[in-house]
C-alpha cells in the first residue's frame, strides 16, 4: 500500500515537472516569436526579403513544417540540446512569418486578442490538467477537424470569400480551444507514464510539449484576430 502511495506521489511530482518545463519553454518560444517578429517590421531588408517576394512566405512555411517533423519524429533519439536549437530556430522562423500580422491589424487590437487569447488557453489548459474526465475520445474528432480546416483554407486562398473565412475562423476556434485541453492532459499523462525515467526523457519530452501547445496558442491567436483584430487603414 505504501508503495503505491509513493508511485503516485512519484507519478505526480514527474508530471507536474514535466508540465512546468513544458510552459516554460513554450513561453520561451512565444518571446523569441514575438522578438523575431518586431525585428522583422522594423528592418527594411527583412520586409523586402520576406514580403517582396510572393514565393518567401511558403519557403518559410514548409521549413515551419520541416522543423516540427524534425523535432516530433526525431524526439527520442536526438539529444536535449539539438531539440532546444530546432524548437528556438522554429520560433524564430514562427516571428518571421507572424510579422505580416503586425502589419495587418493596428498595435491596440493585437495585444487585446493575445490576452483574450491567452486568458481562453489557459482556461482550458487549466481544465485539461485538472479534469478527471477522459478527453481521449476527443483525439480523433479534434484531429479530424483540423484536417478539415487545413482543407478549408486552402480551397479558401483561391475562392477568397470572407464569409468563408469568418466560418472557418469559428470552427478553428472551437478546434483548438479543444486540443489546448486535450493536448494538457496528455502531457500530463505522458508524465504520469514516465514517472522515474531519466531526467533527459523528460527534457526532451518537454520541448514536443512546448511546440504542441505553442502551435495551439498561436493558431487560436491567429483565429481570434477574425474577430478581434482591426485592421490597419
Do not use: C
Not at 18 to 46: D, E, K, P, Q, R
Amino acid at each position: 500500500m505504501q508503495n503505491n502511495v509513493q508511485a503516485g506521489q512519484l507519478s505526480r511530482a514527474d508530471s507536474n515537472v514535466l508540465l512546468n518545463s513544458v510552459y516554460h519553454w513554450m513561453m520561451v518560444g512565444l518571446l523569441i516569436s514575438g522578438l523575431s517578429a518586431f525585428m522583422v517590421i522594423h528592418s527594411t531588408t527583412m520586409l523586402d526579403l520576406l514580403f517582396g517576394n510572393p514565393y518567401m512566405i511558403w519557403v518559410l512555411f514548409l521549413i515551419e513544417l520541416g522543423l516540427v517533423i524534425a523535432i516530433s519524429a526525431g524526439i527520442n533519439t536526438m539529444d536535449v540540446s539539438t531539440a532546444r536549437i530546432l524548437f528556438i530556430l522554429f520560433s524564430v522562423v514562427d516571428g518571421m512569418t507572424l510579422a505580416s500580422i503586425l502589419l495587418i491589424y493596428t498595435e491596440a487590437s493585437i495585444v487585446t486578442t493575445f490576452f483574450i487569447a491567452a486568458m481562453t488557453f489557459g482556461v482550458m489548459s487549466l481544465y485539461g490538467y485538472f479534469t478527471d474526465t477522459d478527453l481521449s475520445s476527443w483525439g480523433s474528432l479534434l484531429f479530424a477537424g483540423l484536417i478539415g480546416i487545413i482543407i478549408a483554407f486552402v480551397v479558401n486562398f483561391f475562392l477568397q470569400s470572407p464569409v468563408f473565412e469568418w466560418w472557418i475562423s469559428v470552427i478553428g476556434v472551437i478546434i483548438f480551444v479543444g486540443l489546448t485541453a486535450y493536448d494538457t492532459q496528455k502531457i500530463k499523462a505522458m508524465g504520469e507514464e514516465m514517472a522515474g525515467n531519466d531526467p533527459q526523457s523528460l527534457s526532451r519530452i518537454a520541448i514536443v510539449g512546448a511546440l504542441t501547445l505553442y502551435l495551439d496558442f498561436i493558431n487560436l491567436f491567429i483565429l481570434m484576430l477574425e474577430f478581434f483584430g482591426n485592421r490597419r487603414n
